[in-house]
T-cell receptor, first 114, second 114 residues
Framework: DAKTTQPPSMDCAEGRAANLPCNHS???????VYWYRQIHSQGPQYIIH???NNETNEMASLIITEDRKSSTLILPHATLRDTAVYYC???????????????FGKGTLLTVNP | DAGVIQSPRHEVTEMGQEVTLRCKPI?????LFWYRQTMMRGLELLIY????????DSGMPEDRFSAKMPNASFSTLKIQPSEPRDSAVYFC????????????FGSGTRLTVV
């Protein structure tokens, strides 16, 4: 799986958009970008994933650059409950085979301040 | 949907004792993963199963660790004998082995070996 680079920490004001960057310059054509987060003392939680088009769901938006070498996770209106470690992971999509394990890096600690 | 269920939530044991952690994946999910999390090493994949068959156990630290999945609805991770350095939070996760599904993690078992 391609490696990712994320800033170790970021701050965001409550109610503002949180933009979390991720660099994945060695991503392969068949690798997806996945985002998970881990709130303190809980298991990681799936947020969103995408291949090359921008994606949006009820939790967040994912913007992937045209060359796919970087992406940004956007939480449009951050709340205190969004304080967590956010992980950006790139890997092939599940295809019924065996090569789809998730490897977590150190992620970005996002702190949402009141 | 009750999610991924892990038991116990907390376990304190003495060095040398056998420890068994349990996991019930989400019904319909055919892939199951065991992770370990510590401050020093972050989230590490220990082993994963596809259709109840172990696919990759390269993350299992040593022979003291073993994992089984006797059926689609139950898995165990056993440590025998336990050592203080095994103290960590152990997470179980499940997913479907096809398509762009994210992993669903359990709440984890916090293991303390004294």
């Amino acid at each position: 799986d391609a490696k990712t680079t994320q800033p170790p920490s970021m701050d965001c004001a409550e109610g503002r958009a949180a933009n979390l960057p991720c660099n994945h310059s060695t991503i392969s054509g068949n690798e997806y970008v996945y985002w998970y987060r881990q709130i303190h003392s809980q298991g990681p939680q799936y947020i969103i994933h995408g291949l090359k088009n921008n994606e949006t769901n009820e939790m967040a938006s994912l913007i992937i650059t045209e060359d796919r070498k970087s992406s940004t996770l956007i939480l449009p209106h951050a709340t205190l409950r969004d304080t967590a470690v956010y992980y950006c992971i790139v890997r092939v999509e599940n295809s019924g085979g065996s090569n789809y394990k998730l490897t977590f890096g150190k992620g970005t600690l996002l702190t949402v301040n009141p | 949907d009750a999610g991924v269920i892990q038991s116990p939530r907390h376990e304190v044991t003495e060095m040398g004792q056998e420890v068994t952690l349990r996991c019930k994946p989400i019904s319909g999910h055919n892939s199951l993963f065991w992770y370990r999390q510590t401050m020093m090493r972050g989230l590490e994949l220990l082993i994963y199963f596809n259709n109840n068959v172990p696919i990759d156990d390269s993350g299992m630290p040593e022979d003291r660790f073993s994992a089984k999945m006797p059926n689609a609805s139950f898995s165990t991770l056993k440590i025998q004998p336990s050592e203080p350095r095994d103290s960590a939070v152990y997470f179980c996760a499940s997913t479907r082995s096809w398509g762009g599904y994210g992993y669903t993690f359990g709440s984890g078992t916090r293991l303390t070996v004294v």
